[in-house]
């Protein structure tokens, strides 16, 4: 059989991990600043994690929603501490995609509505209510199509305002990343993420705060949103949450009633995925990984900037994100063929750094030389 061909792939088959590096088959190590996509929280095989898993696994693997799971308990009370949501509640699922499809569709429970306001470059996963509400056509299919879901322009305050003005009474939900990442690192304005708070309040619409990418004490703070200062309804979370472990989640405010079957999953929540999700965040409060990731973020930023070839270096702790011109298009490219460094990209030229939370400011350096050594390279 086949694998059915959705991937561009890079000629790497990677076999080892350790901390901020990878080894291929050929013994090759290479510098990880793209996570895996944003996923590797606290660093490939960390220690800690892999006891907690290995001696989870050695106890009990699964067993369904059925029953009492204390570890789901245990998680719900950590995560409250250290995002500082205690009175929030949680519901587990499997993947970043399910958590926003499990958001829109409680907004909508709650507040017995239909429409959804999303944004422009906003990408929010690829089920169905997750991807209609993703500004990509192309990954849309006819089937998910739904006049339920509204585009307004990303940060444009006064289009959101005049579109709650005329439909408010309709609005179900409005979904936002705090920092969009397939859109190209683009940050949420605190003005506009208030607005969104207000504008829902008054409304009595819900705010998603769609943290599966820049979540999790990827920009230093635990959700970027917070940020701004504002509570949202519900927070979705996924990638960093389980460090490669298929886990994610909501944060449901204490105004959101349960109710039996409302939402529900077979896999969410089993054992082994809350050792995982529970050994990341005794890692990263051990570690103070929010503190560094904020600090290393801002060195990193402040490096880049320092190089005049590069345009417009943004971003917010570990979630870093830079044009590229032109002339430089290769620079992803020979990052990872010639100085064995994997980046993240953003079409059509942006680069994305979305390294694991606990890198070294050696690393970072070795990351910033490569840079230079690559875009002189280029020049001579
Ligand atoms: C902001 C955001 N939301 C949702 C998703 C979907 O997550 P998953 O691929 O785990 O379904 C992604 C994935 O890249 C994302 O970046």
Known sequence: MKLFDVYPLNDITITKGNGSYVW?????????????HAVISIGHTHPHYVHRITE???????????????????????????????????????SGAEANENAMKLASFVTGRKKIVAFSKSFHGRTSLAVAATDNEQIVAPV??????????????????IYFSNH???????????????????????????????????HRAIYIADGVQCGYGRSGK??????????????????????????????????????????GTTFGGNHLACAAALAVLE?????????????????????????????????????????????????????LFKQHIFTGEAKPNVIRLLPALNIQKEDADKLINAIKTELANNNS
């Open 283 to 335: 890692v990263i409060e051990n570690e103070a990984l929010l503190s560094h990731a904020h600090h290393m973020g801002d060195y990193i930023m402040q490096e880049l900037r320092n190089i005049p070839e590069l345009e417009n270096v943004r971003g917010r702790g570990l979630m870093i994100g830079f044009d590229v011109p032109a002339q430089y298009k290769d620079l992803r490219k020979n990052l």
């Open 168 to 202: 408010g009474d309709e609005v179900a939900a409005v979904i936002t990343e705090g920092i969009q990442g397939v859109g190209g690192i683009n940050l949420a304005s605190e003005e506009f993420l208030q607005a969104i708070r207000a504008l829902c309040t008054q």
């Open 24 to 36: 291929d088959d050929k013994g090759q190590e290479y510098l990880d600043f793209y996570g895996g």
């Open 222 to 263: 635990f959700f970027s949103h917070d940020y701004a200062g504002v509570n949202a309804d519900i927070y979705s979370m996924a990638k960093g949450m389980g460090n490669g472990f298929p886990i994610g989640g909501i944060l449901i405010a204490p105004h959101i009633e349960a109710k039996y079957s409302m939402l």
């Open 144 to 161: 998910n199509r739904t006049d339920n879901i509204t585009f307004l322009p990303f940060n444009d305050v006064d289009s959101l305002s």
């Open 56 to 94: 989870q696994l050695n106890k009990i693997g699964f067993y369904s929603n059925s029953i009492k799971i204390p570890l789901q308990v245990e998680l719900a009370d950590k995560l409250g501490k250290i995002s500082g949501k205690e009175d929030y509640q949680l519901f587990l699922c499997n």
